[in-house]
């Protein structure tokens, strides 16, 4: 048996520029139960997989990063494998209340939205913020309402309930709930032919959630953040450290203030500030020449990425990877 | 009669350590209908005095900066003439949402509550997200229900409309109101005789917003940040923009990074930084020496600061201060 490193990071480089590059992520935690479901891991491997091959197709044929960040993560909200969407967790009182946040590193235009309890997909919410309000923020059900003002697919609060009961269902040792318990963030960062990065993050919160609290993943700078001077992240893990040490902008911060590369950058703040916080979680990023880097301090992250036309996906850490 | 600088920040250096500074604002914007109305004038400038003293008083007796900041804050939501409490701005509903943070730079530890419609003190309610629940953002409805929880001062919804009709009154000129319209955020930053900093920041948020809109005020990092090893930051103006620059968080970012001043730092942020991506505000700060800085790039801001037993306040730039 391989030993599971409890912290990880590593980094791809790129040569070449005028290309594209995605990773996303699926949440990070402690997963260490997966290891001995074989067919529940299969599962989050395939997901993970068309999650990649939809951004990736869009980004070959020349399409817009954030054309490709929505569409990944708008399959990731739909699979209730993941904490996002129809698979979000419940909340202390059996609700269901949705995050979700966009960026574009072009403009450094953002938008989000806090606890939203009927819009099926909450990434495209998000975008709507950015573009079609003048503001950055909308939580609750202000935040519903301007979805359902733009058209955005609507649905009964129970969508989400069901989504539980197939996800339970779906694994044959019933541990894929429990698994994604309070981690299983979704999040996509890519890169495009034209050289803008997006990065997006979309989730449930945490498990058993109370007093509509929101975490970082509707928060710019904490859960997300994208710059084409310096890179595009998305975060997952216990937001309100995220949220404390504004990781996402962290990077960025790093990257432009200290001269640091992205994996330099990114691991110092997952790795050495957030360890010794206590915080515990990871993410995923890439920068303007297609560098990318997926860093967590926790037994697992759900993670891949494409570039070049290679696509590779991981759970654990080094001693499961292939590189 | 005196030139007003459309974008002005000072700096008062302190050479001891080992004492108290504190210093605040009560949002920024053009105010410049203020320059023809005496009246007005100087119950911002009476008001301002106040809320200094209440500060001034904990600090220069021992008292701790979370202490000075809560009740100067308090004091400044109590008074009308500001937009944050009692003196919030209505929504485009005529409801009242408001929103506050509060960020201890010992701890790195942080609490606010966004959209509370029921809470006196918005303020305090953040300091008991932070002190009292594993969360550090609540929003919204459960808001009101953590702080009603925490036996905090609720007050009925008509509580702000009251608020606002005093307001028009107590203008000779009717024109307080407007001049706070979308920018009388309060804010207050102390440093205590321990050489600790807490920054604090309190709204009603944009007058006339829609759809549960969240500003900067209750995000960490945006409209609030404390760190002892840099500074502590309470920022007001066009909240969007502190969001996606990451306003207060990027300040200590520098302080940090780049080893630059304080000064330094947050004036390359307001002047520099969020004036080219069309940004209107300003925010107020300080390190852990004492200095002291109030940097804004609109007419004016409401903003004063106390140390060494001097207390100065202010509304315009250069042109009416006095050092």
Known sequence: MLLCSLTFSFVIFQEHTNNYALVIHGGAGNMSRLKHDTLAMKAYRAALEEALEIGESILKNGGKSLKAVEATIRY????????????AVATATG?????????????????AVGGVTRVRHPI????????????????????????????????????????????????????????????????????DKMGNITAGTSTGGMSGKKWNRIGDSPIIG???????????????????????????????????????????????????????????????????KGNIVM???????????SKNGHRETFVFGKGTMKF
């Open 95 to 111: 609700t269901h209340e949705l995050d979700a946040s966009i960026m574009q590193g072009a403009t450094i235009n953002a938008g």
């Open 76 to 87: 990731m909200e739909d699979n209730p494998l993941f904490n996002a969407g129809k698979g």
């Open 124 to 191: 495209t919410a998000a975008i709507e913020v950015m573009n079609n309000s003048p503001h950055v923020l909308l939580v609750g059900e202000g935040a519903n309402a301007f979805a359902e003002s733009r058209g955005l697919e609507m649905v009964d609060p129970d969508y989400f309930n069901v989504a539980k009961k197939k996800r339970n269902e779906k694994s044959g040792s019933g541990i894929i709930a429990p698994i994604i318990d309070k981690m299983g963030t979704v999040g996509c960062v890519a890169l």
């Open 222 to 288: 904490a859960g997300t953040y994208a710059n084409n001077k310096t890179c595009g992240i998305s975060c997952t893990g216990h937001g309100e450290f995220f949220i404390r040490y504004a990781v996402a902008y962290d990077v960025s911060a790093l990257m432009e203030y200290r001269q640091w590369s992205l994996s330099k950058s990114a691991n110092f703040v997952i790795q050495e500030k957030l360890k010794k916080a206590g915080g515990n979680g990871g993410l995923v990023g890439l920068d303007a």
């Open 295 to 305: 860093s967590f301090n926790t037994a697992g992250m759900f993670r891949g990425y």
